[in-house]
């Protein structure tokens, strides 16, 4: 029995995300090595007004949550369009 199109494209998305997160795993640890390194080969400096700037981590908490509003904005718009279209489809069915 063939698989239906849904199944088969739910397989190939886990198995993209199985690779990709392979391929995370890999690049965080590469930069883990190499800023140990960097941190422990260079002098301590200071920065000015650098208690004023956020840290990186903070910077990237705000972007993704903006990204997560925005994409639960776009997902609850295609819903209601392709609701729309499934209504007038069932309205010109009957």
């Known amino acids: 029995m063939p698989m239906p199109v849904l199944d088969s494209v739910r397989e190939m998305?886990?198995?993209?995300?199985?690779?990709?997160?392979?391929?995370?795993?890999?690049f965080v640890s590469m930069n883990e090595r190499?800023?140990?390194?960097?941190l422990n080969a260079m002098p301590a400096i200071s920065?000015?007004?650098?208690?004023?700037?956020p840290k990186p981590t903070?910077?990237?908490?705000?972007?993704y949550n903006f990204l997560g509003q925005l994409h639960e904005a776009n997902k609850d718009c295609a819903a209601r369009v392709a609701s729309a279209w499934e209504r007038a489809s069932e309205d010109a069915k009957a």
């Open 13 to 26: 998305q886990d198995r993209t995300l199985e690779q990709m997160k392979t391929a995370q795993e890999q």
């Open 47 to 53: 920065s000015p007004f650098a208690e004023y700037l």
């Open 58 to 63: 903070e910077m990237i908490d705000a972007y």
């Open 34 to 38: 190499v800023a140990e390194a960097w």
